[in-house]
């Protein structure tokens, strides 16, 4: 059964500072792994995606995520945040050779930007 | 056009009463899943479809819960004799095939009184 870890509950940042949300997966097959934003009141929204090939995987909003195999994560990063970025942020994992085409959630992590 | 919808948006029933709540996928998608959402919880999943075949229903909590997509499009999830236990945002989602990105719809908030 696939599992996801996001260590950080809540991430408080300054506007125009960095940030990385930790994702981190369980899984004895490959992968398929997804970022969603969810903003509130409202649905889920893809960030970004990696199914294969490189591992730096670039999404919308000047968001980028980074595979990493050996160590089963999936980071999220950006280098300057907004306000705007104010939003709930989850890490999902899916199976793609599996019967099951779910995706599985982590529990997600609230990033605050703060002016 | 537009995304995945689901009515109604906002839902209070009282304790022992049956609700339905609405899923209109993006024309044309194949897949459908239901999600439930508990307050401050990633989407857990409920039920797939693939066009009118209801594939996996491995996440339903308990044979209260029924989803049904008749034609291959709108799709409806039913709870039966509701407990306060199904307090939650329950999520619809669309893909044009298996594997492809789900687009989710804004959810429905189902409170139980």
């Known amino acids: 059964a696939q599992s996801v870890t996001q260590l950080d509950s809540q991430v408080p940042v300054f506007e125009e500072a960095p940030v990385e949300l930790r994702c981190n997966y369980s899984?004895?097959?490959?992968?398929?792994l997804f970022w969603y934003v969810q903003y509130p009141n409202q649905g889920l929204q893809l960030l970004l995606k990696?199914?294969?090939?490189?591992?730096l995987v670039k999404g919308i909003n000047g968001f980028e995520a980074e595979f990493n195999k050996s160590q089963t994560s999936f980071h999220l990063r950006k280098p300057s945040v907004h306000i705007s970025d104010t939003a709930e942020y989850f890490c999902?994992?899916?199976?793609?050779?599996?019967?099951?085409?779910?995706?599985?959630f982590g529990s997600g992590t609230r990033l605050q930007v703060q002016p | 056009g537009a995304g995945v919808s689901q009515s109604p948006r906002y839902k209070v029933a009282k304790r022992g009463q049956d609700v339905a709540l609405r899923c209109d996928p993006i024309?044309?998608?194949?897949?459908l899943f239901w999600y439930q959402q508990a307050l401050g919880q990633g989407p857990e999943f409920l039920t797939y479809?693939?066009?009118?075949?209801?594939?996996?229903k491995s996440g339903l909590p308990s044979d209260r819960f029924f989803a049904e997509r008749p034609e291959g499009s709108v799709s409806t999830l039913k709870i039966q004799r509701t407990q306060q236990e199904d307090s939650a945002v329950y999520l619809c989602?669309?893909?044009?095939?298996?594997?492809?990105?789900?687009?989710f719809g804004p959810g429905t908030r189902l409170t139980v009184t």
């Open positions: 999902a994992v899916s199976d793609p050779r599996g019967g099951r085409r779910a995706l599985t």
């Open positions: 990696y199914l294969s090939g490189s591992t």
């Open positions: 989602a669309s893909s044009f095939r298996d594997l492809n990105e789900q687009y």
């Open positions: 479809f693939q066009n009118e075949a209801q594939l996996d």
């Open positions: 024309s044309g998608h194949v897949s």
């Open positions: 899984s004895s097959v490959s992968v398929y």
